[in-house]
């Protein structure tokens, strides 16, 4: 199949609105793939439908899609070419690794049109969001092949890869979906948490009485312990089993002969008993010297002993945890029967220096993958109002744009600005549209990938903490920043501060 189809179609995806016509022309795509009967072709093209390589690592950054040689005139790509690049790009390392890979690089996309191209662009920048995510393209899956949307979202839920799950059923047929079981050993795809903005609101999805998690700034884990080993796995579901001994010492000290356990590992300070800041958590589980040591909180049990408990109501799952798994392993639990004792909670577990609290239903059975109304996480926002330095050019669907902001906190002693990183997210297209043409208003220079402008532009922006970046010269930068709304009735004078921002990062309180 041609790679041409596949990103036309993601442009026509892209402009549809209706989501029953976006599943119509990804499953008629997922028709055209499936007949060429080779299951890496489909697994690959499936996987750039939804904006997802094969590969999960190709060493390809922004740099390396810099003066790119001309657009092919007509196209060639195959959707198997395509997939033959990327693992050729993945497999390089060592000694000379970063020009072959740019010589694949400039090779794929000579070989590629202006349409494919900006299709290959988002693929590897990650900005491809047409609308067809994950759930869209299950039910694409589905009709494609003519099998129920609730068979092909089980089989993803509990595989958590949809490549496979889209070859197995556009190829094998829903004999091959009944097939998928949790299998000890095997990671599936975490229940995630809806957000809202208190532990009110947070309670009308989940419903009274509730549970009230303390949400540890650590590191996802799921870990499998069998008779034969103990495995960890990231929330992305890659084996991170080495770089964690301490978990695995603490998981093999429980009296289960079998048992798949969700929660957080972070560092935890020796003097103090708190959680270290994510970023340092994070740093040491990146280690693959095998001594980071970090310490488990787990808050639910998906099997036990042979017992798959994935369908159980979640008060039955917790009763089996408390059970198996001691006290200092778990994370703080609170029962709360009314919005008052929710918020007493909220209160108490953020002066207790965590980042807010998850709420969760009673009943809900663990809704693996599904980001849903039963877990609801509510933290503390953060919001500062800081210039635009520069902007960068938009790809894939916001092609023509101006996307992702360089953002700036004001510095007192110099009268300049700090630059603290980059965001595309929180943006409507209204505002996509008026920030380019404004932006543009204000350019004092351009490159074919950033455009910098004056300093007068303020934004509001919230984020969820600070963490320390020697990226940036201001030695901090924010963590998922997302765009709030412009500031025209603010000046770049009245623009928060770096001392401000990294008040934020040592804790103290900020009000802006």
């Known amino acids: 199949m041609r790679f041409e189809r596949l990103a036309e179609v993601s ?81 390089l390392a060592g000694k000379g690794s970063q020009a072959a890979r740019r010589a694949e690089v400039d090779a794929l996309f000579g070989a590629a049109t202006d349409v494919e191209r900006g299709h290959l662009v988002g693929l590897l920048s990650g900005e491809l969001r047409q609308g067809a995510q994950a759930g869209l393209l299950a039910d694409a899956v589905a009709r494609a092949a003519d099998i129920p949307s609730t068979a092909v979202r089980r089989a993803l839920l509990l595989a958590g890869d949809l490549k496979a799950v ?62 034969e080993t103990i495995s960890v796995y990231s929330r992305s579901l890659d084996d991170i089993t080495a770089r964690l001994p301490g978990v695995v010492a603490a998981v093999a000290a429980l009296d289960a002969a079998a048992i798949v356990l969700d929660g957080e590992a972070v560092g935890v300070d020796p003097g103090t008993g708190r959680a270290l800041p994510f970023q340092e958590t994070s740093s040491r589980a990146a280690r693959r010297d095998g001594v980071s040591i970090l310490h488990p909180f787990f808050f ?28 200092p392993l778990r994370v703080g639990r609170t029962m709360v ?47 500062l109002d800081l210039v635009v330095l520069a ?51 204000l350019a004092v220079s351009e490159s074919d990938w950033v455009v910098t402008v004056r300093p007068e532009l303020v934004v509001e922006i919230a984020f969820d903490g600070v963490q320390t970046s020697p990226r940036y010269p201001g030695g901090v930068a924010l963590r998922f920043a997302r765009v709030l709304r412009y500031r025209e009735d603010k000046t770049p004078a009245e623009a928060d501060t770096i001392d401000a921002v990294r008040a934020i990062h040592k804790g103290a309180p900020h009000g802006s």
């Not at 099997?303 to 798994?325: C, I, K, N, T």
């Open 391 to 441: 902007v960068e050019r938009g790809h894939g669907r916001r092609r023509g744009w101006l996307s992702n902001l360089h953002l700036g906190a004001r510095d007192p002693e110099t009268g300049g600005f700090v630059m603290l990183g980059k965001t595309f997210k929180g943006m409507t297209d209204e505002m996509l549209r008026w920030q380019t043409e404004k932006l543009q208003s």
């Open 166 to 227: 889209a070859a197995d059923a556009l190829l094998h047929g829903p004999a091959a979906l009944d097939a998928y079981r949790l299998t000890v050993g095997r990671p599936l795809a975490p229940m995630l948490a809806s957000s809202a903005p208190n532990a009110t609101e947070a309670l009308t999805g989940t419903g009274l009485p509730a549970a009230a998690d303390i949400k540890i700034d650590g590191i996802r884990i799921q870990v499998h312990k069998s008779a």
């Open 300 to 327: 639910d049990v998906l099997h036990l002993d042979g017992e798959d408990l994935l369908d159980r109501p979640a008060g039955e799952r917790w009763a089996a945890l408390e059970r198996v798994v001691p006290e």
């Open 337 to 383: 029967d009314s919005p008052e004792q929710a918020e007493e909670a909220f209160a108490s577990a953020v002066a207790a220096g965590h980042e807010g609290l998850v709420l969760k239903s009673v009943s809900a059975p663990y809704d693996v993958g599904r980001r849903g109304g039963a877990w609801v996480k509510v933290k503390p926002r953060h919001t």
């Open 11 to 91: 442009r026509a995806v892209a402009a549809t609105s209706a989501r029953n016509a976006k599943i119509d022309l990804l499953a008629a795509a997922l028709r055209d793939l499936a007949a060429s009967g080779d299951g890496r072709t489909v697994a690959a093209g499936a996987g750039y439908l939804a904006g997802e390589l094969r590969q999960r690592q190709t060493g390809v950054g922004y740099a390396s899609l810099r003066d790119l040689p001309p657009p092919a005139a007509e196209p060639s790509l195959s959707v198997g070419d395509v997939d033959l690049a990327f693992e050729r790009m993945a497999a």
